[in-house]
């Protein structure tokens, strides 16, 4: 049998030889098309709500098993729930259904195909990539539907996992210790694909177009982090130079983690800061590891991007604490909220404007939205007691807008003072 090699986009690293066992694939080309008769309407749409039900329900409870460390899957968990609750995806599929007489499966995917249209027609970038969740959602129901549900059962022993699109539910219910490397068709750069494979120190790709129709279950594979592909059935010679290249990488990585937590110092005796920048307190473990010395810039965005409504102080408060504490004495720069109108949730209404994108963004917006920007400055105030905080402004344009945001922070820490909540007077802005 001859190897072949596709491509994909590396967002771990690392090399990992083993079997492939497919976590879920497509349906789409296995979606019945049928119609159905005027008496098998009720029964139709009583099963594709049942399914909706059924989804629901599973993953509720795993929402219940995300352990305190991944808060931010269970927010992603939670918008799924919430997309589920919401009738307008299982209304479109029933309407469709009495209308037109099409069986539950093909009718949630017309359903699909019209939010498609509806995202698609959003310039934004980052609100057409919220179509990936409505379809995490509808493959999870029409699997149900079609009666193939994700069997964890099937990841024995030591497997590299590949699926068509990896759901924080998914992870949340695989046993990690068994997995080797984790390849998926869907994902981009910042997807929790390359977040939990970059926790789990294992390979990963993500947008691998062939995965599907270039291997089936039990095929001896190859995934390759470090230049991004997957070799298939690899031949006596290939396997042999992956070995190598394997046991060179664990190699130099070991050095490397041995050497990491050794002073940053040049030989002529000049000392180097070398702090990290993140987004996920889950990647503080990787930083302490590594030997990072702080945390340069913690992107607070994630809170805010990945839910459907507005984080409230205490929320946002536990969150910073967490990670000032966790890494103290070391220091922590809080970046204030990056973003524009564009990034929110539609659900949140008051934040509709007509063109974000065109400057709008960053302290400007924070500044046009002072309760947004002084809850936020508040929680990170309350943070400041429990390290050694400081906090930065992002993309400041004229000194009108330092001037401002120091107008807010000082009337932030004027109401705690009120309030008997402690801060540090002293935490200060870095540049």
Known sequence: MNSKTINGISVATGIAIGK???????HKAHLPRNTVSASGVEEEVARLHAAFETVREEMSAVRH???????????????????????????????????????????????????????????????????????????????????????????????????????????????????????TVQGGKTSHTGIMARTLGIPALVGVNK??????????IVVDGLQGKIVVNPSEDELAEYNERAAFFEEYTRQTRRQCQLPAETFDGFKVDVHANIELVEEVAAVIDNGGEGIGLYRTEYAYINRPDLPEE?????????????????????????LGADKFM??????????????????????????????????????????????????????????QAKAWLAQAKAELRREGKEYDPTCPLAS
């Open 314 to 338: 205490d929320e946002l408060f536990e969150k910073y604490a967490d990670l000032a504490s966790i890494m103290a004495p070391r220091k922590v720069i809080f970046r204030s909220l990056d």
């Open 211 to 220: 995965l599907e129709e270039a291997i089936t279950d039990g095929d001896l």
């Open 20 to 26: 492939a066992v497919f976590l879920n694939r497509s």
């Open 65 to 183: 098993q995300v352990p305190p460390e991944l808060k931010d899957y269970a927010l992603l968990i939670d918008t799924h729930l919430m997309m589920l609750g919401d009738p307008k995806l299982s209304n479109t599929a029933e309407e469709y259904i009495r209308t037109l007489g099409l069986n539950a499966e093909w009718a949630l995917e017309k359903a699909v195909a019209d939010q498609e249209a509806a995202f698609g027609a959003v310039e934004d970038p980052y609100i057409r990539e919220r179509m990936q969740d409505v379809h995490v959602v509808a493959d999870r129901v029409q699997s149900r539907l079609i009666g193939k549900g994700p069997d964890m059962t099937t990841v024995q022993g030591k497997v590299i996992i590949l699926a068509h699109d990896l759901t924080p539910a998914d992870t949340v219910e695989l046993e990690v210790d068994k997995i080797m490397a984790f390849a």
């Open 346 to 403: 539609s659900h949140v209404g008051m934040l509709d404007e007509s063109n974000p994108a065109m400057g709008l963004r960053a302290i400007r917006f924070c500044l046009k939205h002072p309760r947004i920007f002084k809850t936020q400055l508040r929680a990170i105030l309350r943070a400041s007691v429990y390290g050694n905080v400081a906090l930065m402004f992002p993309m400041i344009s004229g000194i009108k807008e330092v001037r």
